[in-house]
Structures are given as structure tokens and as C-alpha cells.
């Protein structure tokens, strides 16, 4: 079983829609969490990070960090087609030894005008 | 502010042959780790470099190597190419006295297929 699990998608929406992307994890120890958006043939860009449990807000984008279920949610609100890419969830440890990323497999959103 | 550089973008190689892929960080950043990331797949980390030293590594035999340079640029060695290290090399940046949370950034990745 792998550490980080992420539904593969592929999601497909109207435009204007709320967007609801998880990814639930097995190891306890990870403190850090992030979501990357990558578009076809490109390096993954970081929308947001939060550290421990709790929700934070970035314009259209809402991430959820739920501890003690292990799970984590992106929220994207008023979709737009330039939203259409692969979404993964990276997570990492405090410090140490647990500096390395460990990533998702990648939701593919499309976005339809 | 020039992100994260890598080169080259591209990269054919056959069964067997050595390849070598370069990464420049973000300004201002110290530590560079790597990626490699499947068609379909999340990025697989590889290995980290702070003060020219392997900090971390990954599950990833020791056909790969690393190397970072003093001024914080690395790279990626890859020996006896096989048909399954076809795949997206990425590098990604951070600061060691960025905070806790150690954000990293990343390049564009190299694309590198084995034949």
C-alpha cells in the first residue's frame, strides 16, 4: 500500500464548478502539506502549503488538512478551463530525515467551457 | 528572479550509456534535491544535496549519483541506462533557512528516453 493515495481522476467539470480533490495518507509523522498543479509536459507548480490540521485560503483555492482522519482536500471555487491540469498532494515529515516529498499520483482535471 | 533551470529539456539515449542532467536553483536557495517522475505516476524523490553533500536519499539504486557545486547548482548521473529510467527528471529548490516549512520549488524537468 503506498503512503499517499489520490484518486487518479480523470475529473472533468463545467466551468464555474467547485472542485473537490483528496488524498488520504498512512504515516502519522507527516506534518507539512501541499498541492501541486502540473500541466502536460512541465514541473509541478506549488499552490499551497499548510502545516498541521486546519483549512487555509488562497483566492478560488481552499486546502483542508484533517489530522486525525489523514486526510487532506483541495477546494478550487469558480473553476476556469485554465484550471485543466494534474493536481498532486506532496506531504513531508518535520525535519531530518523526513525532508523528502512524497507525492500523490496525480489528479487530472479538465475544466469545460 | 530566474526560477529553477534545468537542462537540456530533451534527452535520447540508448540501453547501457551514462547521462549526466544539470539543475540550477532558485535564487536565494541552498538545497536541491531530486525527482523522477513516470508518465502517470507522482514524482519519485531521489536524493537531496545541502553543502555539497548527499543528505537524503531515496530508494534508487546507486546507478544514480549526485553532485552539487558551490554555487548550489547539482547534478544527476544516471550509469548503465535501462528501458525503465524513461521518465521525467526533476529538480527542486529550497532554502534551509526558509522556516519549517522548507518549501521546494520546481524546474521543468528533463524529459530522458531510453531506447
Known amino acids: 500500500q503506498k503512503e499517499v493515495e489520490q484518486d487518479p481522476g480523470p475529473l472533468s467539470v463545467p466551468e464555474g464548478a467547485i472542485v473537490s480533490l483528496n488524498c488520504t495518507y498512512s504515516?502519522?509523522?507527516?506534518?507539512?502539506f501541499m498541492w501541486y498543479r502540473q500541466y502536460s509536459r512541465k514541473g509541478p507548480e506549488l499552490l499551497m502549503y499548510?502545516?498541521?490540521?486546519g483549512n487555509k485560503e488562497d483566492g478560488r483555492f481552499t486546502a483542508q488538512v484533517d489530522k486525525s482522519s489523514k486526510y487532506i482536500s483541495l477546494f478550487i471555487r469558480d473553476s476556469q478551463p485554465s484550471d485543466s491540469a494534474t493536481y498532486l498532494c506532496a506531504m513531508r515529515g518535520a525535519s531530518g530525515s523526513a525532508r523528502q516529498l512524497t507525492f500523490g499520483s496525480g489528479t487530472q482535471l479538465t475544466v469545460l467551457p | 528572479d530566474a526560477g529553477v533551470t534545468q537542462s537540456p529539456t530533451h534527452l535520447i539515449k540508448t540501453r547501457g550509456q551514462q547521462v549526466t542532467l544539470r539543475c540550477s536553483p532558485k535564487s536565494g536557495h541552498d538545497t536541491v534535491s531530486w525527482y523522477q517522475q513516470a508518465l502517470g505516476q507522482g514524482p519519485q524523490f531521489i536524493f537531496q544535496y545541502y553543502e555539497e553533500e548527499e543528505r537524503q536519499r531515496g530508494n534508487f539504486p546507486d546507478r544514480f549519483s549526485g553532485h552539487q557545486f558551490p554555487n548550489y547548482s547539482s547534478e544527476l548521473n544516471v550509469n548503465a541506462l535501462l528501458l525503465g529510467d524513461s521518465a521525467l527528471y526533476l529538480c527542486?529548490?529550497?532554502?534551509?533557512?526558509?522556516?519549517?516549512?522548507?518549501?521546494?520549488?520546481f524546474g521543468p524537468g528533463t524529459r530522458l528516453t531510453v531506447l
Open positions: 499548510t502545516y498541521s490540521s
Open positions: 527542486a529548490s529550497s532554502s534551509a533557512t526558509g522556516g519549517g516549512a522548507d518549501t521546494q520549488y
Open positions: 504515516n502519522s509523522a507527516f506534518q507539512y
